[in-house]
């Protein structure tokens, strides 16, 4: 299925004319942070690490960013989109190593003998793309159910929403006045989550304690909006409206010293210091817990200008760093790191001590970055070079978690 290439977007809000998006190695640098991040935060536990599940939110918003500007970028070559393409781009990229985790899950279920009843559900809902519903029937981890899978949640969240986007998106694109209704909706939509999250500080609910679930880090309502797809939709399309500020303003902020880069400049630092802070302070002080916490929240806001400042400044300080061959491999390898991490970290029993525990992340990181370069060698790979023959490179966005995809 191809949008129709008969007639050009109206010169609106939306830009299909900008400069083609290229390669930027500093963003799989920030895809490396991120996943580590995430990874740390599974290895260790919410008790020491719990601002590390803000790297998914990375994950939503790079991905957003990318898609977007890969869709429009072409529009404007060939003067329509194969959603065709499209999804069969997504399908080489996602589902060699996805199925592959499921297929040696279900073999280890067999033989070994699975102990919960909802293995198999489990199994179906991750392979469907669907395992926030699974956890909507059978409920969250616990010592005698655990969720080896339980991770693949957010990659549920993002196939959903580009069910929806990509069709939107090229609808929005025929009229100014679609264009501004898309922009219009997708701000609102995203505006209208974070004030739901921001609504348990109001009305005095703790999004993260429910005692019936006490001990899982986060209750049932916290669980149902932190995870579900339509309520997660928020960070990708704050990515999606970057993508659309970038191509309609080109550079954004201007020549370097100029009063509207130096705004951007703040930004970007106050939205980078709220994400360390985040990272840092979540679940010692209040304000960062997640993910109803006002330090939380801007430190969602903060992801977009700290993306954006490392696009426009792909040669300076911390791009420079986030570029750097160490950071580039593992964001490359980010899909694969975040699949197999989790299966490694539910397979070794978790010590008490501290000092053990750290000795343990440290040890399945580095195992996690042999599996996934196993994985990218192995199983990826072989499927990249199918879809760059066949469609060109064309710099796919990476999946939550993965996020390069």
């Known amino acids: 299925m191809t949008a129709a290439p008969d007639t050009a977007a109206p010169a609106g809000p939306i830009r299909v004319d900008a400069a083609p998006l290229h390669y930027e190695p500093a963003l799989d640098g920030i895809r490396a942070v991120a996943v580590l991040a995430v990874m740390v935060f599974h290895f260790l536990g919410a008790e020491y690490f719990a601002g590390g599940l803000i790297g998914v939110d990375v994950f939503f918003v790079l991905s957003g960013f990318l898609i977007t500007n890969l869709l429009l970028d072409e529009r404007n070559r060939t003067g329509g989109v194969s959603l065709r393409g499209f999804y069969h781009r997504r399908v080489l990229r996602l589902f060699p190593a996805m199925y592959t985790l499921l297929a040696l899950v279900a073999v280890a279920a067999i033989f070994i003998g699975a102990e919960y009843p909802s293995v198999w559900a489990e199994l179906g809902a991750a392979a469907l793309y669907s395992y926030q519903i699974f956890i909507g029937f059978f409920g969250f981890a616990t010592e005698d159910s655990p969720r080896v899978l339980f991770?693949?949640?957010?990659?549920?969240?993002?196939?959903?929403?580009?069910?929806?986007?990509?069709?939107?998106?090229?609808?929005?694109?025929?009229?100014?006045?679609?264009?501004?209704?898309?922009?219009?909706?997708?701000?609102?939509?995203?505006?209208?989550?974070?004030?739901?999250?921001?609504?348990?500080?109001?009305?005095?609910?703790?999004?993260?304690?429910?005692?019936?679930?006490?001990?899982?880090?986060?209750?049932?309502?916290?669980?149902?909006?932190?995870?579900?797809?339509?309520?997660?939709?928020?960070?990708?399309?704050?990515?999606?409206?970057?993508?659309?500020?970038?191509?309609?303003?080109?550079?954004?902020?201007?020549?370097?010293?100029?009063?509207?880069?130096?705004?951007?400049?703040?930004?970007?630092?106050?939205g980078a210091l709220l994400l360390v802070a985040e990272l840092l302070l979540a679940g010692r002080v209040g304000l960062f817990d997640p993910f109803g916490s006002v330090g939380f929240n801007l430190a969602l806001a903060g992801i977009p200008f700290a993306v954006l400042w490392i696009h426009l400044n792909p040669q300076v300080g911390p791009a420079r760093w986030l570029a750097l061959p160490l950071a580039v491999w593992i964001g490359k390898r980010a899909y694969g790191l975040y699949l197999w991490h989790e299966v490694l970290n539910v397979l070794v029993p978790k010590p008490g001590g501290k000092a053990v525990l750290l000795v343990r992340t440290a040890v399945l990181i580095v195992a996690s970055m042999g599996v996934a370069e196993l994985s990218w060698r192995f199983i990826e790979s072989p499927f990249l070079r199918r879809k760059t023959a066949r469609y060109g490179d064309r710099h796919e966005a990476a999946p939550a978690g993965a996020p390069r995809t």
């Open 151 to 270: 991770h693949l949640w957010s990659l549920s969240v993002e196939e959903w929403f580009y069910f929806f986007w990509p069709f939107l998106l090229l609808l929005g694109l025929r009229t100014i006045r679609r264009q501004r209704a898309l922009i219009v909706a997708a701000s609102l939509w995203a505006a209208f989550w974070v004030a739901v999250r921001l609504s348990g500080e109001v009305v005095g609910v703790n999004w993260t304690v429910d005692d019936a679930f006490k001990g899982t880090g986060v209750s049932y309502a916290g669980e149902v909006l932190y995870r579900f797809s339509a309520m997660r939709f928020d960070q990708l399309l704050v990515g999606c409206l970057l993508a659309l500020v970038v191509r309609r303003y080109a550079m954004v902020a201007g020549a370097a010293g100029t009063p509207r880069r130096r705004w951007l400049d703040a930004a970007a630092a106050i």
